[in-house]
């Protein structure tokens, strides 16, 4: 009643009615308009709101599927030590102990090889995936040079020497023919043994200049691990690298850090570094001697060293790289100026007639001090004077244990 109350009242006139009617018509064709404005405009909401629904959807699938990587346990690293069928293998842990585990069916039982390395699950140790071959980040962080620069011109007074370690390293990977002609094994690597700062790195550099090879240097103490068969591996790896980059020279400096004298005590720590030895024994043993691996190994203390390691067949040459005499000297300090300009008045036989005692490294800064000196009084050339300076300078220095010169005594 209320509602038809409000309606306005239609017209008896029929001009009147015709009139009323049409108004009607066109105010509803215009609210149709309006509904259907809405209706497009509702639409494409719902267009949006679809799509945003949709990328919702897969950001939390994301987000699921990271939370359940995150929460899946981690894997185990083992190696693969023998393969018995399809699928079952032993496998050494990361930890230490051997396990016979089973594989799992996705990993194509060609690919399971002793040696390889893969991920264990935690609690089945089951094999889950291959590891690809990659060698130890510390084998990569040893110091890697395709060829060294140094060659034998830029060693100074080790003649003898250096005949020496081109006839047991260079000649078998130079020559191998004249060993199999004559009918004897060539010798596998040398050690070089002497105070330190005498020339042993700079000759293995400049052997394997001369021979092309790449050098591969590490020192002992990075071989000693904190955790059980991890030194022994870092060996393997290196021995692996060496082997696949040949011709190689790999250089232990400081060799005495994993092959000093085995002992009986048995503390966990002398255990690993004996491992590690073994693993080094092992290594020289393994490859064969026409090879084109060859080790040089270093040391300042040879009197410590096992002589498992001195024996014939581990490093057949052991070479003495002594402080040099006064002819050494001269040659070291030709070599060291050889490049920089010097005053007539400068005689390098007087100033190795006054270095007696010093080494290579010493022989080396003095030349260094000396242009420093004549840098500083903004003179072209390096005189006497400056030679004095620097001998008396480094002299001091080393008397006084202050490696950093100067600005040691700033602190002193
Ligand atoms: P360490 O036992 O401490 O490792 P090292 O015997 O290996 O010492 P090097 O590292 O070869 O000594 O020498 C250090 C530097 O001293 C070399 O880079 C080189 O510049 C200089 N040197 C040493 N000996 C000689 C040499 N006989 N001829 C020319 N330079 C030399």
């Not at 990361?94 to 609690?123: H, M, W, Y």
């Not at 370690?165 to 040398?190: C, D, M, Q, S």
Request: glycine residues 8%.
């Amino acid at each position: 009643m209320a509602e038809s109350a409000r309606q306005p009242k239609e017209p008896q006139n029929p001009e009147e009615l015709y009139r009323y009617l049409l108004d009607r018509v066109t105010n509803m064709e215009t609210r149709n308009l309006e509904l259907r404005e809405q209706l497009r405009q509702v639409e494409s909401d719902k267009r949006y709101i679809e799509t945003q629904k949709i990328r919702y959807e897969r950001e939390v699938r994301k987000l699921k599927s990271e939370i359940d990587q995150l929460r899946s346990p981690p894997l185990v690293i083992g190696t693969i030590t023998d393969v018995l069928d399809t699928n079952r293998v032993i496998i050494r842990s990361s930890a230490g102990p051997r396990f016979l585990v089973k594989s799992s069916l996705c990993i194509d039982p060609e690919n399971l090889k002793p040696g390889i390395r893969v991920t264990l699950n935690q609690q089945s140790l089951a094999v889950v995936d291959i590891l690809p071959e990659s060698y130890d980040a510390q084998v990569y962080g040893m110091e890697v040079v395709e060829t060294p620069e140094e060659s034998y011109s830029d060693v100074g007074g080790l003649e003898q020497q250096i005949i020496e370690i081109r006839e047991a390293v260079e000649l078998p990977l130079k020559r191998p023919e004249l060993f199999e002609k004559i009918g004897i094994e060539p010798p596998k690597g040398v050690l070089l043994h002497g105070p330190p700062g005498t020339g042993k790195t700079l000759l293995a550099r400049a052997v394997a200049h001369e021979t092309n090879a790449y050098f591969l240097r590490v020192v002992g103490s990075e071989l000693v691990q904190k955790y059980i068969g991890e030194g022994a591996r870092l060996v393997r790896e290196l021995f692996d690298l060496a082997k696949k980059k040949s011709p190689t020279i790999i250089f232990i400096d400081e060799i005495d850090a994993v092959g000093a004298t085995r002992s009986d005590t048995t503390t966990s720590g002398d255990r690993e570094v004996q491992r590690t030895l073994m693993q080094l024994l092992a290594g020289m043993d393994g490859f064969e001697r026409r090879g084109d691996v060859k080790i040089i190994g270093a040391t300042n203390r040879i009197d410590i060293l096992d002589r498992a390691l001195l024996r014939p067949g581990r490093f057949d040459r052991i070479i003495e790289i002594p402080l040099p005499g006064v002819q050494g000297r001269f040659s070291i300090l030709q070599v060291h100026t050889r490049g920089m300009t010097l005053e007539d008045d400068v005689d390098l036989m007087e100033v190795a007639t006054l270095t007696e005692g010093k080494n290579g490294a010493d022989l080396r800064a003095i030349c260094m001090e000396a242009g420093m000196f004549a840098i500083r009084r903004e003179h072209d050339a390096v005189t006497r004077e400056d030679f004095l300076k620097a001998i008396e300078k480094i002299g001091l220095d080393f008397e006084q244990h202050r490696p950093l010169g100067n600005i040691g005594a700033m602190f002193a």
